[in-house]
């Protein structure tokens, strides 16, 4: 989930070096890296860093294996919380990390401002992606273009409860003016993207944020279940269709953009300019049915997610 956190100690710096794992492996027990699958190292050492989750795994996969073929040695390192792998991209303990547009832009903001600062991202990528390039480059990160891929906070309902009430926007949900309970993280509470925007954007009576994990099986298990009637996951999960639960449109823009963001250690893209082209090139080709489907294929068909990066990047031609 793309959260807001304060930036860590150095503590959690060291959290992230001990944390290597290699995309499609075991990421918790800690690979080997890269081998770098051209075979040659003329190009150096880089580490790919970045949240552990399905869509990060994949998406950190692919930046693997991109490297590799481009001839560099490759260590990828996964962890929780962008409040743990951000200070590393800055102070170069990691090179390239694979993130959400808006996401950085208001983790950036609030570390710099104070957890208390408004949101400088909205649902406009060109605006957010100006308010991002100012504060990365005071913490030495390099942004490039954003893909059109874009995995934004979103909330479910199960196919009978939205054909039973014509539901299809979250403002079909607010208009029925029943009590709502959420499955959701706990940090959700006036959060302007979740209850907080539900709440006084859509007007829906939030009676209980019930908390659980983002995406979960278990937040999907306990709407399916009617033990909530809402609840939080991202719009690219494609497993909600095969569950019987239906996304409702996010008809007034509470959540902001979130398109794949290559973020790049400065430094690092200065001594290797080739790295734009690389992913320019690859965030071109990225869509969000990409994402999803890649998604799908790792969660419900249980590929690993090397093996779903390798497919991808055969199929759009770019190893």
């Known amino acids: 989930m793309r959260i807001l956190r304060t930036l860590t100690t150095t503590a959690a710096a060291a959290v992230l070096l001990a944390a290597a794992g290699c995309g499609g492996d075991d990421l918790e027990s800690g690979g080997d890296g890269g081998s770098g699958g051209s075979g040659s190292d003329d190009k150096g050492t880089v580490v790919v860093g970045g949240q552990d989750f399905t869509e990060m795994q994949v998406m950190a996969a692919i930046y693997e294996q991109l490297l590799e073929d481009d001839g560099y040695t490759v260590e990828t390192k996964l962890v929780t919380t962008r409040d743990v792998y951000l200070p590393e991209l800055a102070s170069g303990g990691v090179d390239i990390v694979p993130d959400y547009l808006a996401g950085l832009t208001d983790f950036l903001h609030t570390a710099k401002n104070g957890p208390d600062a408004e949101p400088v991202s909205s649902n406009d990528p060109d605006a957010t992606l100006a308010a991002l390039e100012p504060l990365a480059e005071e913490e030495g990160i390099a942004i490039l273009p954003p893909s059109d891929a874009t995995d934004q906070n979103a909330f479910f309902v199960t196919q009978e409860y939205a054909d039973q009430n014509d539901l299809e926007t979250l403002s079909d949900l607010a208009a029925l003016g029943q009590p709502i309970k959420l499955g959701a993280p706990e940090d959700c509470e006036g959060r302007?993207?979740?209850?907080?925007?539900?709440?006084?954007?859509?007007?829906?009576?939030?009676?209980?944020?019930?908390?659980?994990?983002?995406?979960?099986?278990q937040v999907k298990d306990a709407v399916a279940n009617g033990e909530v009637q809402l609840g939080e996951t991202g719009t690219t999960d494609a497993s909600l269709e095969q569950l019987g639960l239906v996304l409702l449109e996010d008809d007034k823009g509470i959540q902001p953009a979130q398109n794949l963001t290559p973020a790049i250690n400065a430094e690092f893209l200065a001594d290797n300019p080739d790295l734009e082209d690389l992913f320019n090139e690859l965030s071109e080709a990225l869509t969000t049915e990409d994402l999803a489907d890649m998604n799908l294929q790792v969660d419900l068909e249980r590929k690993k997610p090397a093996d779903v990066a390798a497919a991808f990047l055969e199929d759009k031609g770019l190893l």
């Open 192 to 217: 302007s993207d979740c209850e907080g925007g539900l709440t006084n954007v859509y007007g829906l009576d939030i009676t209980e944020i019930v908390p659980l994990d983002f995406g979960s099986s």
